[in-house]
């Protein structure tokens, strides 16, 4: 409690972030209901008119929910290397449901995309895996992002980390000619591997054409809002703060979220980019530790949080949510305790899920 006071206090919005929000962020009442226990889930997808979640676990495994009951639909734990920031990262669903997308860490320490085919019945075909893209991640084993989504505009976003260690020692993230320390932007190909989209922001200049936004240390989770299509990305600090970036729908792309010139809105290893997009919310380490970007909240079952974004702290313990960060933030009243909040999940009708890497998969519902 206390630490969640201090961050409250302590925070820094930097510029106001339209979320559209139509009711009083203040009155939302929620509560947590279980839907699963599983083995540190990290990554929750949905797909089109199918009921079930289906959630990624670290050690390799994708388990199909239905009425809190879990079924393996695939297990790549001998593919993987698993543990600490390591493990399978994320999943989702091509929009016509038949094929699904994986991020992992490869047995070499790569971040590693592969797509298998899905049946209608809510099985991986076999003998359907294709590698999309590897990101080589040398050295060290954290900051390896990997939350994967597909955007409005119907390309496939990856997260990267800036490849580990602390200070981003090999200057990636400021570099345009290295994948890590970004959020890139691919579109996947039948029979594996990708094509770039042709209004990338580093096509036909210098820097890697897969590259959509850059300056980013662990992006760890960030989302789509899907009402209005912006971007929200929590990237996780070094030593002081942790930060919330924005990017409206409106952009072609090309942001410099100011890694590692800058930590939060401070200069780090300085001097301030140009061209830097300062985080639309910024909090500092004290009791907090490591930011868990959410969702914009476009379901229907919790009037007074529609239009918020809800994110978390690894360290708080506490759910957070804000329409605009210098006004209304707030802790949500659910009894969440010290979780270890590892990610959020959003299903087919807006509603959100919280992942404790302790295992245990929520629904946020209405307080009764
Ligand atoms: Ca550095
Ligand atoms: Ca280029
Ligand atoms: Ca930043």
């Given at each position: 409690?206390?630490?969640?006071?201090?961050?409250?206090?302590?925070?820094?919005?930097?510029?106001?972030?339209?979320?559209?929000?139509?009711?009083?962020?203040?009155?939302?009442e929620?509560?947590?209901?279980?839907?699963?226990?599983?083995?540190?889930?990290?990554?929750?997808?949905?797909?089109?008119?199918?009921?079930?979640?289906?959630?990624?676990?670290?050690?390799?495994?994708?388990?199909?929910?239905?009425?809190?009951?879990?079924?393996?639909?695939?297990?790549?734990?001998?593919?993987?290397?698993?543990?600490?920031?390591?493990?399978?990262?994320?999943?989702?669903?091509?929009?016509?449901?038949?094929?699904?997308?994986?991020?992992?860490?490869?047995?070499?320490?790569?971040?590693?995309v592969?797509?298998?085919?899905?049946?209608?019945?809510?099985?991986v075909?076999?003998?359907?895996?294709?590698?999309?893209?590897?990101?080589?991640?040398?050295?060290?084993?954290?900051?390896?992002g990997?939350?994967?989504?597909?955007?409005?505009d119907?390309?496939?976003?990856?997260?990267?980390?800036?490849?580990?260690?602390?200070?981003?020692?090999?200057?990636?993230?400021?570099?345009?000619?290295?994948?890590?320390?970004?959020?890139?932007?691919?579109?996947p190909?039948?029979?594996?591997?990708?094509?770039?989209?042709?209004?990338?922001?580093?096509?036909?200049?210098?820097?890697?054409?897969?590259?959509?936004?850059?300056?980013?240390?662990?992006?760890?989770?960030?989302?789509?809002?899907?009402?209005?299509?912006?971007?929200?990305?929590?990237?996780?600090?070094?030593?002081?703060?942790?930060?919330?970036?924005?990017?409206?729908?409106?952009?072609?792309?090309?942001?410099?979220?100011?890694?590692?010139?800058?930590?939060?809105?401070?200069?780090?290893?300085?001097?301030?980019?140009?061209?830097?997009?300062?985080?639309?919310?910024?909090?500092?380490?004290?009791?907090?530790c490591?930011?868990?970007?959410?969702?914009?909240?476009?379901?229907?079952?919790?009037?007074?949080?529609?239009?918020?974004?809800?994110?978390?702290?690894?360290?708080?313990?506490?759910?957070?949510?804000?329409?605009?960060?210098?006004?209304?933030?707030?802790?949500?009243?659910?009894?969440?305790?010290?979780?270890?909040?590892?990610?959020?999940?959003?299903?087919?009708?807006?509603?959100?899920?919280?992942?404790?890497?302790?295992?245990?998969?929520?629904?946020?519902?209405?307080?009764?």
């Open positions: 409690v206390r630490a969640r006071f201090i961050l409250l206090v302590l925070g820094v919005a930097v510029a106001a972030a339209p979320t559209s929000a139509t009711a009083a962020l203040a009155d939302a929620v509560v947590l209901t279980p839907v699963a226990t599983l083995s540190s889930p990290v990554a929750l997808a949905t797909r089109p008119n199918d009921p079930a979640l289906y959630i990624a676990e670290q050690e390799g495994l994708v388990q199909r929910v239905v009425d809190r009951q879990a079924t393996k639909i695939l297990d790549i734990s001998e593919r993987i290397t698993s543990g600490g920031e390591q493990g399978l990262l994320g999943l989702t669903f091509a929009a016509d449901g038949n094929t699904l997308y994986v991020s992992f860490t490869d047995r070499r320490g790569s971040l590693a592969k797509a298998y085919g899905f049946s209608e019945a809510g099985k075909k076999r003998r359907s895996g294709r590698n999309i893209i590897k990101v080589a991640h040398p050295g060290e084993t954290n900051h390896n990997g939350n994967i989504a597909f955007g409005p119907g390309h496939l976003y990856i997260g990267t980390g800036d490849g580990g260690g602390g200070g981003d020692p090999g200057e990636n993230a400021q570099d345009l000619e290295s994948l890590l320390g970004k959020i890139l932007r691919i579109d190909t039948r029979r594996g591997g990708y094509s770039i989209p042709a209004g990338n922001p580093f096509v036909g200049q210098p820097g890697r054409d897969e590259i959509w936004a850059y300056g980013l240390r662990n992006p760890w989770r960030w989302s789509f809002d899907r009402l209005t299509g912006d971007l929200w990305i929590g990237d996780v600090g070094q030593n002081h703060w942790e930060e919330i970036d924005f990017q409206p729908a409106s952009s072609n792309g090309g942001e410099d979220y100011g890694w590692d010139n800058m930590e939060g809105t401070e200069e780090f290893e300085g001097p301030v980019p140009p061209n830097h997009t300062p985080p639309v919310f910024a909090y500092p380490h004290n009791g907090a490591s930011v868990t970007g959410g969702y914009v909240y476009r379901g229907s079952n919790i009037p007074n949080l529609q239009g918020a974004y809800v994110f978390g702290d690894f360290c708080v313990g506490e759910l957070l949510a804000f329409t605009d960060p210098a006004s209304d933030l707030r802790a949500l009243n659910a009894n969440v305790g010290q979780f270890h909040l590892a990610s959020f999940g959003e299903d087919e009708s807006g509603e959100l899920y919280v992942l404790s890497l302790g295992g245990g998969v929520f629904r946020i519902d209405p307080a009764p």
